[in-house]
């Protein structure tokens, strides 16, 4: 598996960070929100060539959908679909209770955030990944002197999961599996012992 498209469901800080990245490593980069192509061209600027502002449709049908958007927002996301088999998709959700502002926390256990967050992608293969950090640590460039910034990661397929550490050392980034969505995802999601968190990589 490798992945040739990136989309953007949520066209925010993080969502743009991670995209540049992407667009500067090659990678086509769909951005999509939830007001339409139209609102999107200081997202594209901000990630730069390579960017392109997208409906939710085109965005969808990336071989790696980034999901940020609102926590609360996701079941309105993955309803859009019926079907969302034959991507990955990455939760960059945090689980508050209410946006703008994001506070509080929606306890959905007994499943983690990204558990209840794979419910609402029926098809697809969900991973963990560039929560725990805020945007203005995901957007610099990850090499540093030091080593590379830290991305946790966390799912349930082999497959998609080696694609993912690939596709992240790529952007400079040192993927780092924390295992499943139940355990990986505990330890990522807010108030566990990795959320809001920044690591190097040493070397
Ligand atoms: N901020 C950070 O440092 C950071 C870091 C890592 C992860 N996160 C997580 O990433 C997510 C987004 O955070 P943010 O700071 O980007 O929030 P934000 O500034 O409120 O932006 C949310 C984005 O999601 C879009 N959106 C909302 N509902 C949507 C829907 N139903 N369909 C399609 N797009 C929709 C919005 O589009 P419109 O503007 O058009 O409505 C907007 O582009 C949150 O879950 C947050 O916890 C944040």
Same mark, same amino acid.
């Given at each position: 598996?490798?992945f040739?498209?990136i989309g953007t469901i949520g066209?925010?800080?993080p969502a743009?960070?991670v995209a540049?990245?992407a ?14 192509? /139209? ?11 390579? %960017?392109?502002?997208? !409906? $939710?449709?085109?965005a969808?049908?990336a071989d790696l959908v980034l999901v940020a958007v ?14 969302w088999?034959?991507r990955v998709v990455v939760d960059m959700t ?20 990204t558990?209840?967050v794979a /419910?609402?992608f029926?098809?697809a293969t969900v991973i963990k990944a560039f929560n %725990?950090?805020?945007? !203005? $640590?995901i ?12 991305v946790f990661f966390a799912g349930?397929d082999?497959?998609a999961k080696?694609a993912f550490?690939?596709w992240g050392?790529?952007l400079?980034?040192?993927p ?5 969505l ?6 990522m ?15």
């Amino acid at each position: 598996m490798e992945f040739t498209t990136i989309g953007t469901i949520g066209a925010g800080a993080p969502a743009r960070a991670v995209a540049a990245h992407a667009a500067k490593a090659g990678y086509p980069v769909l951005l999509s929100n939830s007001r339409g192509p /139209q609102t999107l061209e200081a997202a594209v600027t901000a990630v730069g060539p390579g %960017a392109t502002a997208a !409906t $939710f449709e085109q965005a969808a049908a990336a071989d790696l959908v980034l999901v940020a958007v609102p926590f609360i927002n996701v079941p309105a996301v993955g309803e859009r679909l019926d079907d969302w088999s034959g991507r990955v998709v990455v939760d960059m959700t945090n689980q508050f209770a209410e946006a703008n502002p994001y506070r509080g926390f929606a306890d959905v256990s007994p499943l983690t955030g990204t558990e209840w967050v794979a /419910q609402h992608f029926p098809g697809a293969t969900v991973i963990k990944a560039f929560n %725990a950090m805020f945007s !203005t $640590f995901i957007a610099p460039d990850p090499r540093h002197e030091e080593g590379s910034q830290v991305v946790f990661f966390a799912g349930d397929d082999t497959e998609a999961k080696a694609a993912f550490a690939r596709w992240g050392e790529g952007l400079g980034f040192a993927p780092v599996d924390l295992g499943s969505l139940r355990d990986g995802g505990a330890l990522m999601q807010l108030g566990g012992a990795l959320n809001g968190k920044h690591f190097i990589q040493q070397g």
